[in-house]
């Protein structure tokens, strides 16, 4: 197994540029995240996915969308690219939903994202 | 909302000491608390979990606690190495869907 992958791993925009992050799990997986990390911020919750075709807002959504089309891929979109964006971003997957269930999640190597 | 923080925010450690770190949360309700490890420039590895229901989990040299009323977890580190050199983070799932995250120990073990 692969595992989780991301893709592009470092990506320069300018300001109001769009792109797509790629995140791709090999483990039939129900549960997909996107976080952000930022120095003395920890990581954030931008995105999260139940499954395919469900998806639903974390801590930061502003500024990013996401869709689930199928169980393997969970992309994050940004639609018009904002300094303040510039950050490192990490796509997450579990087995199933949380709950009280004994599930850990699998982090991909992250994503380097710098909008000038 | 659950704030997550981490103490102390770096430790520098020589090799063989027993080391403990930790992690505090606002709100005690939470399905469970998980231990994660991050390298510079990669991504998270999960260390330990704890359901809400346990109070603490091993693994090898680790050994993690929760106290749900204090709002409170340790990671205890044995016999460190300089290999356990890394960002030490806490993240705690209060909703079944969703984790916060402290901002992490960095802990650098000296040969």
């Known amino acids: 197994n692969a595992g989780v992958t991301q893709t592009p791993k470092f990506q320069v925009l300018k300001t109001g540029q769009s792109m797509t992050l790629q995140c791709a799990q090999d483990?039939?997986?129900?549960?997909m995240s996107w976080y952000r990390q930022d120095p003395g911020m920890g990581l954030r919750l931008i995105h999260y996915?139940?499954?395919?075709?469900i998806t639903d807002q974390g801590e930061v959504p502003n500024g990013y969308n996401v869709s689930r089309s199928t169980t393997e891929d969970f992309p994050l979109r940004l639609l018009s690219a904002a300094p303040s964006q510039t950050s490192v971003y990490f796509c997450?997957?579990?087995?199933?939903?949380w709950g009280g269930g004994q599930e850990t999640q699998y982090f991909g190597p992250g994503t380097r994202l710098l909008v000038l | 909302k659950q704030e997550v923080t981490q103490i102390p925010a770096a430790l520098s450690v020589p090799e063989g000491e027993n080391l403990v770190l930790n992690c505090s949360f606002t709100?005690?309700?939470?399905?469970?608390l998980q231990w994660f490890r991050q390298d510079p420039g990669k991504g998270l590895t999960s260390l330990l979990l704890?359901?809400?229901?346990?109070r603490e989990q091993t693994s090898g040299r680790l050994n993690a606690s929760l106290d749900k009323s204090s709002g409170r977890s340790t990671l205890y580190i044995a016999a460190s190495q300089p290999g356990d050199s890394a960002t030490y983070l806490c993240?705690?799932?209060?909703?079944?869907?969703?984790?916060?995250f402290g901002t992490g120990t960095s802990l650098t073990v000296i040969p």
């Open positions: 997450a997957s579990s087995p199933t939903t």
């Open positions: 709100d005690s309700a939470i399905y469970n």
């Open positions: 704890i359901q809400s229901s346990q």
């Open positions: 993240a705690v799932c209060p909703t079944g869907n969703q984790f916060y």
């Open positions: 483990m039939n997986h129900e549960y």
């Open positions: 996915s139940v499954g395919a075709g």
